[in-house]
């Protein structure tokens, strides 16, 4: 009888797990090896080895399968688990671990000297093989995510029509992004609302100090200009608002004038990962002196209507816990006076300068002219932008928008889960150690 | 774009300020610079760090004239004036002795950098200089006070500049030691022993309680505000006294009360343990505000928990230095990954519990294990990440919660990157419990915050808001 009882209930730990919500069929159905050709406890209950049809060999500590064990108890709301860490054995072990069909493996644990004595719950196999977190799997998953550089700089362009109406040509323009950093988008409406149906297919607009959307036109007189941008003078290579401590994402600028007969006004970009990994490769000492000693980034304006006092240090460098670039910040007019310790400020400045030199001097750069139905989409946290100085005849008008960097890595994410071959999105610049 | 309505409400003569705050700037100095090291490297030991802390504590603080050194740079009691300049033998760095006794060194590069010629910098303050035109070797061949700058002429491979910086420019962000010490004073949180409260008809219409509120926020990571409205739209009304509501995946505005079909644990009648909302953005919410629009008498139990997790991790470092070491390394994984909605969303953040600053002092601390995503860290991390989370999870519950019942008309607002959140079970006995909450931007709140020193109050710096700013 008990032993009838408990084959049903384990027969439907699968069925269980999906009316929960936790099987995850866009992500794991892009897993095709999760057939398990072997299951074994090792080590006196603190491993698991996992052999697979495909000769792939995982192995999981008894804690981390723990604290990922899919039962009703552990797992009863969508998206939230509720393991309670305080009642754990430090030494959990694994006391058995059985395959109960290919999609679902049943584990139970043991701990002494703590209040749970006893847990068993199941573990999806497609979720063990997602995230196996052997040296190979790592490897395949660092690949994913690594950006790559093209010696080819021309910009992709896609046909606003297509993108505003087709999820295949959303899809092309989210890899673009996310791969490329930037993206034209070709023969766009002149409204604004017109740019909004474009880009809200991405993500809502982040706003800023600077309102929802900005206009970028010059003003009448240099010193009324709140913002070097607002004036016709040339813009050095920098990076949007980034005293926010998540600085605006995608960044795009529509045109909707730019008369003929306006000389200069081009746009230029370079990318800024790109420059930091040939950096970190001639001057490791100094590219780490930009990963340790912070500066700090600010706008301080008490004559705005609402006055803004925005201050944030930090590296402008950021290494993850595997020596990866995945953030590089660079904005040289908001730089605020350096505060660090003696001994730091003139390796810093050392450093500041060889980097600046190799940014601004870098050769192989993105340049575009816009026209008016151009919508120019970047990725701010990837490329510095800048802009040539334009004459005084005529007029240019863009108008633009932000996305915050998170939720438009989501979106890739999603996309490639949905609508693509399930790969890990590449880094997108933001300060995740992924 | 919404008006804010904060600075409309303060008169600038206002300077009310309340004792309890303002004795919240603690005499005791925990420096990290007590010996002068910093524990970035990476192979500086834990131990490292906790002599560093109990060396600091031994560090006092001297009595120094200085009450602010942010950038705006108009304080009462900062002293401008210049004794006498020296410029040092080798001609790479100057020493400025000011009318107070007070001496502070500048370095030949860095006064290059901050000159204030007409060709360095913008009359808005952003820099023109091009700093690949700064050269590491510049020296000073003179420095001297004229009126209220100091003069001074440069001269490296690229020929020679004279220029000038204002002496309050050069008092405010000397680097001095001393005023670096000071600073980590300032900007350190205290944890709170009690919630502090402020009701709303004084915030709109009490001279400087709308500053005092808002210092709450940022000094106690926490404040209550009693008797608004029980109208549905007041918890955005209250957010946009101090800048525009953070729309995120959940909206704008978001109702927590239990819910037939519970989809969330927040809408049902469990026990929350304590974490942090929305923390696999690469910046999560800032403050957010709960509005108690329902809380019947017959329910039982549902009272919010707060704790300062600033202070936890601080304990944690002097207890267990070598784990608390592994939580600032071993990063781990949040995320909401849920396909199974209107707008499907994947977002995955991966980054240590704990984040250090260049001097070792924790600048964010991230925790909530709900959201944990499943580890992925080298097989040689695994276990030592998981014992120290344990512990630090054991340590946790042993805090000193805030504890609250909150009341119809009760709205709560804190610093979600400092306060961990949970609430007690209820049993709604038929009645029924309902908050009403929005979230704002961190770094807007600290802007405001600064503002309103500047504007309203002595000029200080704003406490540490978990933002990730090393300062």
Same mark, same amino acid.
């Given at each position: 009888m008990s032993e009838k009882m408990s084959s049903s209930a384990t027969a439907s730990h699968l069925e269980d797990i999906k009316k929960r919500g936790f099987y995850l069929d866009d992500v794991y159905r892009h897993v095709k090896s999760f057939a398990v050709k072997d299951v074994q406890v090792v080590e006196d209950g603190k491993h698991l080895h996992i052999e697979w049809e495909d000769g792939h060999v995982s192995r999981f500590y008894s804690m981390w399968l723990r604290h990922n064990c899919h039962c009703g108890v552990c797992l009863p709301h969508t998206n939230y688990a509720l393991i309670d860490f305080t009642k754990l054995d430090a030494n959990i072990k694994i006391s058995s671990a059985k395959k109960e069909s290919d999609e679902v493996i049943v584990v139970t644990w043991t701990g002494e000297n703590s209040e749970e004595k006893h847990h068993e719950g199941p573990l999806l196999t497609r979720f063990l093989r997602h995230h196996c977190y052997s040296d190979a799997a790592e490897r395949t998953r660092s690949k994913q995510r690594a950006m790559t550089f093209h010696e080819d700089k021309t910009i992709p362009t896609l046909e606003y029509d297509s993108v505003v109406n087709s999820d295949e040509a959303l899809y092309k323009w989210l890899v673009t992004l996310s791969e490329r950093g930037i993206c034209l988008i070709k023969n766009a409406p002149p409204s604004l609302e017109d740019m909004l149906k474009a880009t809200r297919r991405i993500a809502d607009v982040q706003p800023t100090i600077y309102g929802t959307t900005f206009e970028v036109e010059s003003a009448p007189s240099e010193v009324e200009a709140s913002n070097p941008a607002y004036t016709r003078i040339g813009l050095e290579y920098h990076q949007d608002q980034?005293?926010?401590?998540? #600085? #605006?994402?995608i960044e795009v600028l529509h045109c909707v004038k730019f008369d003929e007969c306006i000389k200069g006004g081009e746009n230029f970009f370079v990318d800024m990962h790109e420059v930091a990994a040939k950096f970190k490769a001639e001057e490791p000492e100094d590219f780490y002196a930009l990963t340790r000693i912070p500066s700090i980034a600010d706008t301080v304006n008490y004559k705005r209507e609402n006055p803004v006092h925005i201050r944030i240090q930090r590296p402008l460098i950021t290494v993850n816990h595997k020596d990866e670039i995945v953030n590089v910040l660079w904005r040289p007019m908001l730089m605020a006076p350096l505060q660090v310790p003696e001994k730091d400020v003139q390796a810093f400045y050392k450093a500041y300068k060889k980097f600046y030199t190799l940014v601004t001097t870098y050769k192989s750069i993105y340049k575009h002219r816009l026209r008016p139905g151009d919508m120019l989409s970047f990725n701010n946290r990837r490329l510095s932008h800048g802009r040539k100085p334009y004459s005084e005849n005529g007029h240019r008008l863009l108008q633009g928008c932000y996305m915050n960097i998170s939720e438009f890595q989501s979106k890739v994410e999603a996309f490639h889960n949905k609508i693509g071959g399930g790969r890990f999105a590449v880094r997108s610049g933001a300060i995740d150690w992924q | 774009m919404k008006q804010f309505r904060l600075l409309r409400n303060l008169s600038s003569k206002s300077s009310a300020v309340s004792s309890a705050v303002s004795s919240a700037i603690s005499s005791r100095a925990v420096s990290l610079f007590a010996n002068n090291r910093t524990t970035t490297d990476s192979s500086s030991s834990s131990s490292t760090t906790q002599q560093l802390l109990h060396q600091g504590d031994a560090v006092h603080q001297k009595p120094c004239q200085l009450k602010s050194y942010s950038s705006f740079s108009d304080q009462p009691g900062t002293e401008k004036r210049v004794a006498s300049v020296t410029v040092d033998p080798g001609l790479r760095s100057c020493h400025v002795t000011w009318e107070d006794g007070f001496i502070s060194q500048f370095h030949s590069a860095w006064l290059r950098h901050n000159c204030h010629s007409e060709e360095s910098r913008h009359p808005n303050g952003q820099k023109l200089l091009k700093p690949s035109s700064v050269s590491c070797s510049l020296v000073i061949n003179s420095a001297v006070v004229k009126d209220t700058s100091l003069v001074v002429t440069w001269s490296g491979p690229n020929g020679s500049h004279t220029g000038h910086i204002p002496t309050d420019f050069l008092r405010s962000h000397n680097y001095n030691r001393q005023t670096l010490l000071d600073r980590r004073v300032q900007v350190k949180p205290e944890p709170a022993s009690e919630i502090p409260k402020v009701s709303y008809d004084d915030i709109l219409n009490k001279e400087g309680c709308l500053y005092r509120w808002i210092r709450h926020i940022n000094e106690e990571g926490i404040c209550i505000i009693e008797n608004v409205p029980p109208r549905e739209d007041m918890v955005e009304k209250v957010a946009e006294m101090i800048g525009p509501v953070m729309p995120t995946i959940y909206g704008s505005t978001f109702d927590v009360e239990k819910t037939p079909d519970e989809i969330n644990v927040a809408y049902s009648s469990l026990p929350i343990g304590l974490h942090q909302d929305l923390v696999y953005f690469e910046s999560p919410p800032g403050l957010q505000l709960l509005h108690c629009m329902e809380f019947d008498e017959c329910v039982e139990g549902g009272h919010s928990i707060f704790l300062d997790v600033f202070d936890m991790a601080d304990k944690f470092r002097v207890m267990y230095p070598d784990l608390f070491q592994t939580l600032t390394q071993v990063p781990a994984t949040f995320q909401k990954v849920h396909y199974d909605r209107n707008l499907p969303v994947h977002l995955v953040n991966q980054k240590p519990h704990i984040k250090l600053n260049h001097l070792g002092e924790v600048c964010a601390v991230y925790w909530a294990p709900p959201f944990e995503g499943p580890l992925a860290v080298d097989a040689n991390d695994v276990e030592k990440y998981y014992l120290a989370y344990e512990t630090f999870a054991k340590l946790l519950e042993k805090g000193k919660l805030l504890r609250y019942h909150l009341r119809p008309g009760d709205l709560v607002v804190f610093n979600n990157l400092r306060m961990l959140h949970g609430r007690d079970g209820f049993k709604t006995n038929g009645g029924a419990r309902r908050l009403r909450g929005c979230y704002l931007n961190i770094d807007i709140f600290k802007s405001q915050v600064q503002v309103l020193h500047n504007l309203e109050g002595d000029g200080r710096l704003a406490k540490r808001v978990g933002n990730q700013c090393w300062f």
């Open positions: 980034i005293h926010y401590e998540s #600085p #605006p994402g | -």
